[in-house]
């Protein structure tokens, strides 16, 4: 009779352990929170909308221009909950194009760049095959203008995702450009 007193203490001692270790990982699951740049396609005709993410603060959306013809960049830096553009590069621009800004520290070659450090809430901005909208992070290139359909509006924007939330959702960089799911 005494063997048996042990025995079941150490089941018991064992079954608090695991709940509270289950209490304890389901709760840090919740409260473990990452700033993350969010980007979002409404679905069209009752689909889902597509979302991805990445979690570099720094990034740029790149595309042609659809009168001049050249290419556009503009680079950001997630900010809590604002982007903040900071510098713009032209190959070639036109009427309606600021200029009246300070020319950006680090120039590239091509291109003219201006510094513009404006914060913005979200993006929206629409692509389209046309275009060649990409956006450009942590050594990645997302070629966005492949993965919805023309003249979608994507949405750009600072959240902070729970780990669930991380786990649900997918990494820009790791979906097909092509749209295929």
């Known amino acids: 009779m005494t063997n048996k007193q042990p025995n079941k203490l150490l089941w018991l001692v064992s ?3 695991g709940i509270a270790a289950l209490i304890f990982f389901t709760l840090w699951m ?3 929170q990452q700033s993350v740049v969010e980007v979002r396609v409404a679905g069209l ?8 993410y990445f979690t570099d603060p720094d990034f740029e959306l790149r595309w042609i221009h659809s009168v001049e ?3 556009w960049e503009e680079q950001y830096q997630r900010m809590d909950d604002e982007l903040l553009l900071t510098t713009t590069y ?3 621009f036109g009427a309606g194009t600021p200029s009246t800004e300070k020319l950006a520290p680090v120039q590239k070659p091509g291109y003219l760049g201006y510094q513009i450090d404006e914060k913005l809430p979200n993006l929206n901005w629409v692509v389209s095959r046309l275009t060649k909208g990409e956006i ?3 050594g990645h290139r997302f ?5 919805v359909p023309d003249y979608s509006e994507v949405v ?5 995702y729970g780990l669930i939330d991380r786990f649900e959702k997918d990494l820009c960089h790791e979906l097909p450009s092509d749209g295929s799911q």
């Open 15 to 17: 079954g608090a352990a």
């Open 30 to 32: 919740g409260f473990a």
């Open 45 to 52: 005709e009752g689909d889902d909308d597509k979302v991805c």
């Open 69 to 71: 013809k050249q290419w």
């Open 90 to 92: 032209f190959e070639a």
């Open 136 to 138: 450009n992070y942590g």
């Open 143 to 147: 070629l966005i203008h492949q993965w």
């Open 156 to 160: 750009i924007m600072p959240k902070t």
